[in-house]
């Protein structure tokens, strides 16, 4: 027999804060109690049966600053019935993986009644998220109090409030308790260790976990090159051309760690449960837009966007856009040849100290310029993909990714292509890349770490102090970690990071055996990283929501491809290499026909050997 909400009492006089809703200003009265009824209402009333209360009762209004913010948790019943909603998976006591279900949770190992601990606080968080997003409209044909903006049957009401600007945002909070342990784990003592995934899915996520586990997996498979590649470079740094053995050893570096990562990541995913998670339906979109009709797959009424529209949208403004950006970027490594040659000649002409040192300019400026460039380039293309009006979040990130991607790769890659096989001076292609990949290290700790950091730390500042300012005799403990996280940077997701980390690969697999070390400078660099990338998320963004994950997504399938091109890559610089070259004298498009054709069909092999024996 189903257990359901409304035959179970799921409210509790006092609760454990766990989201925070915040509002506008100005928002009407009514419109607070419209919203409070329809969260606190039993399910069967179409509610969402949470627990909800503002921040600041009467008095304390009175008294500190109002600032229209509220609270919102649930029973620990209504946890486990909506644990079960949601298709959780758990372990059970047979050590088997099942779906969550509240009638035979005593099955499921370390459950106890009287235990709080058998949901972790991440996975509280993503129900309730979940919850809110699906309170729908019943009968309501606009919000209380606002006529403009519009309901129909169905539709999610806090997508529209927050369209609408009458909720300003919705975070979870931080428990700082849970989070101080974290961080003692995880970076506050530097010291060469695992992370601890599993207390990092259990506090942030599935998502988050991943992007940590293969961030540390990333660092670790690169150690074998950077031990390879130091005395490769000590010992044969002057003689450009010995590169063969270190790009053959590249070729299946390349591949295999990929094949064993995605081995791993079943893994963690089976263990945490989401690799047997069933897919839910994926809602519409809040950017989506319409003319509202009946969706013919699930009879719901929603905005409708015919298909050739944003088909012409992509094909006669994006695509365009795009091609006309990598042309922008094409002129822009020209621009860059023309400086070395300029810095060349002058070195050439005086020999002086300072001039060698100028030939490392023009290198620095460029990779300045490139990260400019590709900042830029991301804000249009999340513009244009939001324009193109795609109805669901999986096809709108698929296709900013694919944009992204195209021109970073271009922008990034284009020049080191260039120099190795139009210009074949491995010289500078060694002096390029080892000046692109330091300064974008360099210039992405700082954007994406220091200066965040910083800015928080200002505003932690402020807070604290006009908290100490008040003469109150509030515990304002509460209050003023509310006003400190709702004023933190909102995390945006990994997009970035794994961004980062793929520019990365692409650096030490395609050209790092003509310069050993870039692998080694790789991995100091995601040593601190992880470091970095830890202390963002505790201290200077707000709380993530969890998001169940069953692998890195789409962007297995880039780093994947990204591997073939370095296999095609190394193939020609193996070709082009005088050893080669002495052994086939005669013909030399046909020798690097056949060398990438047998690395090629290599890589096919040892993606399927790994793929069936791990």
């Given at each position: 027999?189903k257990?359901?909400?409304?035959a179970?009492n799921t409210s509790?006089?006092s609760?454990?804060?766990?989201?925070?809703?915040e509002l506008?200003?100005?928002?009407?009265?009514e419109?607070?109690?419209?919203?409070?009824?329809?969260?606190?209402?039993?399910?069967?009333?179409g509610?969402a049966?949470?627990?909800?209360?503002p921040?600041?009762?009467?008095?304390?209004q009175?008294?500190?600053?109002?600032?229209?913010?509220?609270l919102?948790?649930a029973s620990?019943?209504?946890?486990?019935?909506g644990a079960?909603?949601?298709?959780l998976?758990?372990?059970?006591?047979?050590?088997?993986?099942?779906?969550?279900?509240?009638?035979?949770?005593?099955?499921?190992?370390?459950f106890?009644?009287?235990?709080?601990?058998?949901l972790?606080?991440?996975?509280?968080?993503?129900?309730?998220?979940?919850e809110l997003e699906?309170?729908?409209?019943?009968?309501e044909k606009?919000i209380?109090?606002y006529?403009?903006?519009k309901?129909?049957?169905?539709?999610?009401?806090?997508?529209?409030l927050?369209?609408?600007?009458?909720?300003i945002?919705?975070?979870?909070?931080?428990?700082n308790?849970a989070l101080?342990?974290?961080?003692?784990s995880?970076?506050t003592?530097?010291?060469?260790?695992?992370?601890?995934?599993?207390?990092?899915?259990?506090?942030?996520?599935?998502t988050?976990a991943?992007?940590f586990?293969?961030?540390e997996?990333?660092t670790?498979?690169?150690i074998?090159?950077?031990v390879i590649?130091l005395?490769?470079?000590?010992?044969?740094?002057?003689?450009?051309d010995?590169?063969?053995?270190f790009a053959?050893f590249?070729l299946?570096?390349?591949?295999v760690i990929?094949?064993?990562?995605?081995?791993g990541?079943?893994?963690?995913?089976?263990?945490?449960?989401t690799?047997?998670?069933k897919?839910k339906f994926?809602?519409?979109?809040?950017?989506?837009?319409g003319?509202?009709?009946?969706?013919?797959?699930?009879?719901?009424?929603?905005?409708?966007?015919?298909?050739?529209?944003?088909q012409?949208?992509i094909?006669?403004v994006?695509?365009?856009?795009?091609?006309?950006?990598?042309y922008?970027?094409l002129y822009?490594?020209?621009?860059?040849?023309?400086l070395?040659?300029?810095?060349?000649?002058?070195?050439e002409?005086?020999?002086?100290?300072?001039?060698?040192v100028l030939?490392?300019v023009?290198?620095i400026?460029?990779?300045?310029?490139?990260?400019?460039?590709?900042r830029?380039?991301?804000?249009?293309?999340?513009?244009?993909t939001s324009?193109?009006?795609?109805?669901?979040e999986?096809?709108y990130?698929?296709?900013?990714i694919?944009?992204?991607?195209v021109?970073?790769?271009?922008?990034?890659?284009a020049?080191?292509?260039?120099?190795?096989?139009?210009?074949k001076?491995?010289?500078?292609?060694?002096?390029s890349?080892?000046?692109l990949?330091?300064t974008?290290q360099?210039?992405?700790?700082i954007?994406?770490s220091?200066?965040?950091?910083?800015?928080?730390?200002?505003?932690?500042?402020?807070?604290?102090r006009?908290m100490?300012?008040?003469?109150?005799?509030?515990?304002?403990?509460?209050?003023e970690?509310v006003?400190?996280e709702k004023?933190?940077?909102?995390?945006?997701?990994?997009f970035?990071?794994?961004?980062?980390?793929?520019?990365?690969?692409?650096?030490v697999?395609?050209?790092?055996?003509?310069?050993?070390l870039?692998a080694?400078?790789?991995v100091l660099?995601?040593?601190?990283?992880?470091?970095?990338?830890?202390?963002?998320?505790c201290r200077?963004f707000?709380?993530?929501?969890?998001?169940?994950?069953?692998s890195?997504?789409?962007?297995?399938?880039?780093?994947?491809?990204?591997?073939?091109?370095?296999v095609?890559?190394n193939?020609?610089?193996?070709?082009?290499?005088?050893?080669?070259?002495?052994?086939?004298?005669?013909?030399?498009?046909?020798?690097?026909l056949?060398?990438?054709?047998v690395?090629?069909?290599?890589?096919?092999?040892?993606s399927?050997?790994?793929?069936?024996?791990l």
């Open positions: 027999m257990v359901t909400l409304s179970l509790e006089s609760f454990t804060p766990l989201v925070v809703i506008a200003q100005d928002v009407k009265e419109t607070k109690e419209w919203l409070k009824n329809r969260i606190i209402a039993k399910k069967e009333d509610g049966q949470l627990l909800f209360r921040l600041l009762n009467k008095y304390e009175e008294t500190l600053e109002n600032q229209n913010l509220y919102v948790g620990k019943i209504r946890m486990l019935l079960e909603a949601v298709g998976v758990k372990e059970c006591n047979d050590n088997t993986m099942r779906a969550f279900t509240y009638r035979t949770r005593q099955n499921f190992k370390g106890d009644d009287n235990n709080d601990d058998f972790t606080m991440a996975e509280c968080q993503f129900i309730i998220k979940h699906n309170l729908r409209a019943k009968d606009m209380p109090g006529p403009q903006a309901l129909y049957p169905g539709k999610s009401l806090l997508r529209r927050l369209t609408s600007g009458i909720v945002q919705v975070f979870p909070l931080h428990d308790e101080k342990k974290l961080e003692d995880w970076y003592r530097f010291a060469l260790k695992y992370q601890p995934i599993d207390s990092i899915r259990g506090y942030f996520g599935e988050i991943l992007y586990g293969f961030l997996y990333f670790f498979a690169l074998p090159m950077a590649g005395p490769y470079y000590l010992f044969v740094w002057e003689d450009y010995k590169y063969v053995i053959s590249n299946i570096w390349s591949t990929l094949e064993v990562w995605k081995r990541c079943a893994n963690m995913t089976y263990r945490w449960g690799l047997l998670m897919r994926e809602e519409p979109r809040p950017g989506f837009h003319v509202l009709g009946i969706n013919p797959i699930t009879g719901k009424e929603e905005p409708l966007y015919p298909s050739y529209k944003r012409l949208r094909y006669l994006s695509l365009p856009f795009v091609c006309l950006c990598l922008f970027s822009v490594m020209m621009i860059y040849f023309d070395e040659v300029w810095a060349l000649g002058l070195h002409n005086s020999g002086s100290e300072w001039t060698s030939l490392y023009p290198s400026i460029y990779a300045i310029v490139i990260e400019i460039m590709n830029l380039y991301r804000y249009a293309a999340e513009f244009l324009w193109e009006n795609h109805r669901l999986s096809a990130q698929n296709h900013l694919l944009k992204v991607l021109f970073n790769f271009l922008n990034c890659f020049s080191l292509f260039y120099i190795a096989f139009v210009l001076d491995m010289k500078l292609l060694r002096q890349l080892a000046t990949l330091i974008s360099i210039l992405n700790q954007v994406e220091l200066l965040p950091y910083w800015l928080q730390r200002k505003h932690g500042v402020r807070v604290k006009k100490q300012a008040l003469k109150t005799d509030i515990d304002a403990t509460l209050y970690q006003i400190l004023e933190m940077g909102t995390y945006l997701g990994t970035d990071d794994y961004l980062e980390l793929f520019l990365q690969f692409g650096y697999s395609l050209f790092s055996c003509v310069y050993p870039a080694a400078f790789a660099n995601n040593f601190t990283e992880v470091n970095s990338d830890a202390l963002k998320m200077v707000k709380r993530p929501f969890s998001e169940p994950s069953a890195i997504g789409v962007w297995q399938l880039a780093f994947e491809t990204m591997s073939v091109i370095s095609v890559t193939c020609a610089l193996i070709g082009m290499s005088p050893q080669v070259n002495a052994i086939f004298p005669e013909s030399k498009a046909d020798l690097i056949i060398v990438v054709a690395e090629v069909t290599q890589h096919t092999i040892l399927y050997v790994y793929s069936w024996s």
